[in-house]
């Protein structure tokens, strides 16, 4: 190992941190009958269920869809030829560092189809790539080694002493760090700095993921993500990807699982009702006239704030305060979309996934049918493409009907071959249940445990300990809400990891 990775490793106090130490003394399973309500399935949701089922709980899952999976959920679109395929949200990337998750994945045995992404790969409108295969996997020697990409030079920051100020990324602090750059958005703080033009590309690339504009990203949450994707372990921007539709990969196993545990699955079923027990001895709930013991609230944000709002009994000043700091994102879109001619140019000058330079709504092209087998074999038989379209966040103002033809007149300048060729079938999603991570939220951010016992709070929108983002924020936090119950019960809980909670400065 090299000597300064070493002490930079040291000076993390290594890259996977426990979160808790379980005592394994204690009994795993509990011998009461206790039942649980959790609301929502997705990644929160489903990681409390099948935590708690698989420990002797009686487990009720409602789901507003009539799919499970939240985000990672998939259903069917039929082709005009009569073909059915699955779709899902938008491509997702599992990266290494999503400790959490990716065990409980593996509980499942779920990541046995999943491949490496070839690189983490930008495309900018002038036509230049940044490729950062060769880059460094090791927290600050990646960013000096990034200076190969192309992404700055030296030059830049000896003629600008204002980047200086990209410190911050290195010295991430949970509460630090919120306290000073929480009411900054993105846009302001990159725009002190005087970014060159190519590092702007890749940050505002990076920063649209977490779907928000520049204007509206808190530069805090900004930082965060730099701390926990690139700063704070060694597994660098590659990722992992499923090579199957969702609904195989994921949801059939799930369900498998679920039904195996005796778990109650309630699709197509909102929650409407949700108050506090007059029945239940030692407290409780009612869900849907139905008493519960404990309730994990695994929807999305905006979805936990009208359910939550419709209970006078929860007469908490503060908690009402983070209930009203609770926001979606301004939405974002997903198109996928069926071709009668080949635009791909191989995977030796494109990967499966790449980034694109953001123009009006377009972020991102995945190519499908190099990897998803019903989209492999339509291709096959066709002598089409099956490609997806991602925009992260979509401008105020740009109405559904436009979405499709300004995704398709932004890929052309990516994909020349694209204007020749004619639509199949397309299938487009526009949506508005992403956490919103803009300026001045977090401080008011709920976080697991409520101040009403037995009621818990899980998904990518609640205030966690330690540092996570996105799907493994998800997971972490329904986790967390089931640690909290078997803790409640004096079992052991399950063991959980992080990031280093606090960067390298």
Not at 385 to 406: I, Q
Not at 430 to 456: C, I, N, Q, S
Not at 462 to 487: D, F, H, Q, Y
């Amino acid at each position: 190992m090299n000597l300064l990775a070493f002490f930079i490793r040291k000076a993390l106090g290594g890259y996977i941190h426990p979160m808790n130490r379980p005592n394994t003394e204690l009994p795993r399973k509990i011998e009461q009958e206790r039942r649980i309500a959790v609301i929502g399935s997705g990644l929160a949701g489903l990681t409390a269920a099948i935590t708690l089922a698989r420990r002797g709980f009686q487990v009720t899952l409602f789901e507003k869809n009539a799919y499970l999976g939240g985000k990672i959920g998939a259903w069917p679109t039929h082709l005009p030829q009569g073909e059915t395929q699955f779709v899902e949200h938008g491509f997702h990337a599992f990266f290494r560092h999503y400790y959490n998750l990716n065990n409980f994945l593996d509980s499942l045995g779920l990541r046995k189809t999943f491949r490496s992404i070839q690189d983490y790969q930008i495309l900018a409108l002038n036509g230049s790539q940044y490729r950062f295969t060769g880059v460094s996997k090791t927290p600050v020697l990646n960013l000096l080694s990034m200076r190969k990409t192309g992404v700055y030079h030296w030059g830049d920051i000896l003629k600008n002493p204002r980047l200086a100020g990209l410190a911050a990324m290195l010295a991430f602090h949970p509460e630090k760090t919120f306290e000073k750059f929480d009411d900054v958005s993105y846009q302001t703080w990159s725009e002190s700095l005087g970014l060159p033009p190519s590092m702007r590309l890749m940050f505002n690339s990076f920063s649209r993921a977490f779907f928000a504009t520049p204007d509206r990203m808190s530069t805090a949450e900004l930082l965060k993500s730099f701390h926990s994707f690139f700063l704070s372990h060694d597994g660098g921007l590659i990722y992992d990807y499923p090579t199957g539709d969702y609904e195989t990969v994921f949801l059939a196993p799930l369900r498998l699982e679920l039904n195996r545990l005796g778990v109650k699955v309630r699709l197509q079923t909102p929650v409407t009702e949700l108050r506090q027990s007059q029945t239940n001895e030692g407290g409780g709930f009612v869900v849907n006239n139905e008493e519960f013991h404990q309730v994990v609230v695994a929807s999305d944000a905006a979805s936990t704030k009208a359910l939550m709002s419709q209970n006078p009994w929860l007469e908490h000043s503060q908690f009402r305060q983070s209930l009203n700091s609770l926001r979606s994102s301004q939405g974002y879109a997903v198109l996928r979309v069926w071709l009668d001619s080949p635009v791909d140019p191989g995977a030796d000058q494109l990967c499966d996934f790449i980034i694109t330079e953001h123009q009006q709504i377009l972020d991102s092209i995945t190519f499908y049918h190099r990897f998803e087998p019903t989209a492999q074999q339509w291709a096959k038989k066709t002598g089409g493409n099956v490609l997806e379209f991602h925009s992260y966040a979509l401008p105020d103002g740009l109405e559904e009907s436009a979405v499709t033809k300004t995704f398709w007149n932004e890929a052309c300048g990516y994909l020349p071959q694209l204007a020749q060729t004619h639509l199949v079938h397309s299938e487009l999603q526009v949506k508005k249940d992403f956490t919103a991570l803009h300026t001045g939220l977090y401080r008011d951010r709920p976080g697991v445990v409520t101040p009403f016992p037995g009621l818990f709070f899980a998904g990518d929108w609640v205030k966690l300990p330690r540092p996570a983002m996105l799907m493994e924020a998800a997971a972490t936090a329904g986790l967390l809400a089931a640690n909290s119950i078997l803790s409640g019960y004096q079992l052991c809980e399950e063991a959980l990891f992080s990031v280093p909670p606090k960067g390298v400065l």
